[in-house]
């Protein structure tokens, strides 16, 4: 049957406390969700509908949604995030798991999959990759804007509305565009009202470059290393496109399915979720 949204969660990880979703109930495949870069754990409110016989735990990661920031001496290098998944994974009590994850989240489960391949039996990766590799001779070049930038965007403020409509149109004019309903549900997760003013909350920091990006034997020795299933949903539409670099990785990941959707690249929170969750079920039956 149908999977339906249970209860809100939280999760304790090295001081913070992570929020989450949780969906469908024990007894059936463990599964955590994690959601894109400024989204939250809403991204999979109309997908997961159309699942069925999973427990599902979406997660808000760090610095996004109802989860705390990170400290002002840590960052968002984006293997932060494995451990605070492993820990989600082990205050649930599972020892294996799948992880469903779009963008962002579908890149930090190419990482969790190759981390810990004797505990992740499964990948569904909507329309997210890898990370770009970086040669190793630009590391220094690249750390020092990392810093200039944390220290700028640590002491940015972010964008106040004047109401919470205009809130919802940022992001539907942003960078990846989205539609309207799309862009209302991550609002009802994502938008605090703060003296009269309406916020997205995200940490600004998650705007500012990695301190160390992976090389290409960095990210080979993480996905060569995957045993599970892995499937990557290619949106049609999407503003991102796997690079040269991207598209020879997808051979080191044994077991590994590319399916094109038609849609954007939030085709799993727009008038496709039907049909990604169909597909994704494959992975879980």
């Known amino acids: 049957m149908s999977i339906e949204f249970i209860r809100e969660r939280s999760f304790?990880?090295?001081?913070?406390t992570f929020a989450a979703k949780e969906w469908g109930r024990s007894g059936y495949p463990p599964v955590i969700a994690l959601h894109g870069w400024l989204d939250n754990a809403n991204t999979f409110d109309r997908m997961l509908p159309h699942m069925e016989n999973v427990h599902v735990i979406a997660l808000d990661l760090a610095g996004h949604g109802r989860s705390d920031f990170r400290?002002?001496?840590s960052g968002y290098d984006i293997w932060h995030?494995?451990?605070?998944?492993?820990?989600?994974?082990?205050?649930?009590?599972?020892?294996?798991?799948?992880?469903?994850?779009?963008?962002?989240?579908?890149?930090?489960?190419?990482?969790?999959?190759?981390?810990y391949p004797e505990r992740v039996t499964s990948a569904a990766l909507i329309d997210g990759y890898m990370?770009?590799?970086?040669?190793?001779?630009?590391t220094a070049k690249h750390f020092a804007r990392a810093i200039h930038e944390n220290k700028?965007?640590?002491?940015?403020?972010?964008?106040?509305?004047?109401?919470?409509?205009?809130?919802?149109?940022a992001r539907v004019n942003g960078f990846v565009k989205l539609e309207q309903e799309a862009a209302a549900i991550l609002a009802e997760r994502g938008?605090?009202?703060?003296?009269?003013?309406?916020?997205?909350?995200?940490?600004?920091?998650?705007?500012?470059?990695?301190?160390?990006?992976?090389?290409k034997d960095h990210l080979h020795s993480f996905l060569s290393a995957i045993n599970g299933r892995v499937l990557l949903i290619?949106?049609?539409?999407?503003?991102f496109s796997p690079s040269d670099k991207q598209s020879e990785a997808f051979d080191w990941i044994p077991?590994?399915?590319?399916?094109?959707?038609?849609?954007?690249?939030?085709?799993?929170?727009?008038?496709?979720?039907?049909q990604v969750a169909v597909k994704v079920q494959t992975l879980f039956s």
């Not at 304790?12 to 913070?16: C, F, K, Y």
């Not at 992880?99 to 579908?106: K, T």
């Not at 990370?131 to 630009?138: K, M, Q, R, V």
């Not at 290619?234 to 503003?239: G, K, L, R, T």
Request: no cysteine; hydrophobic share 40%.
């Open 12 to 16: 304790e990880n090295n001081g913070l």
């Open 71 to 73: 400290s002002r001496d």
């Open 81 to 115: 995030d494995i451990a605070d998944v492993m820990a989600v994974a082990d205050q649930m009590g599972w020892e294996t798991f799948g992880l469903i994850g779009h963008s962002r989240g579908a890149i930090i489960s190419g990482l969790v999959a190759g981390t």
């Open 131 to 138: 990370p770009l590799p970086e040669e190793a001779h630009n």
């Open 152 to 169: 700028r965007f640590a002491a940015a403020s972010a964008t106040g509305f004047q109401d919470y409509d205009r809130a919802i149109l």
């Open 191 to 215: 938008v605090e009202e703060i003296d009269g003013l309406f916020y997205w909350r995200n940490d600004q920091r998650l705007k500012a470059a990695s301190m160390i990006k992976l090389s």
């Open 234 to 239: 290619q949106a049609e539409n999407s503003v």
């Open 255 to 274: 077991h590994m399915e590319i399916v094109k959707m038609p849609g954007s690249h939030h085709l799993h929170l727009e008038g496709q979720a039907e």
